[in-house]
């Protein structure tokens, strides 16, 4: 089953913004590692464009990533990252999102996704308290 090039590209905005925080840049500043203009990598992590052969060459060989998650999801960017963890991260914002009737755009569910997950493999507990700030910050 092909997917469509707008749902992959919705579906890595959130890797590209887990990884740049993993590697702790700004999004301007992963810009600049990659030869792009800030613009076009916030459009790449709002899941609004492709990223370039030539970005994603960049970012593996400066970062040692696994091109293969950053495309698709499957293995992992990083030997710890813990995938069961991410994913129920992203079905507790989900669900807490659609309970709150909350809609927020699919590059600030990417952006909290990837604070909470950095939180968790840095050991933090996030309380619910933390998500709702989270989500208050993002809010239009």
Partial sequence: MTREPSDLFAEMGPRLAITRNDIGLSQAAMAEALGVSPRAYHSYEKGKR???VEALVAM???FDLDVRWLLIGAKSVRANHDFEALKNI???LDRHLMAEGIKIKSEKRGAIIARWYQSHIEGREVVDD???TWI???RD
Avoid: C, T, W, Y
Wanted: aromatic share 0%; charged share 35%; proline share 7%.
């Fill in 130 to 132: 933390d998500v709702h």
């Fill in 136 to 138: 208050e910050l993002v």
């Fill in 50 to 52: 492709g990223i370039p």
């Fill in 90 to 92: 992203e079905n507790s």
């Fill in 60 to 62: 593996i060989e400066r």
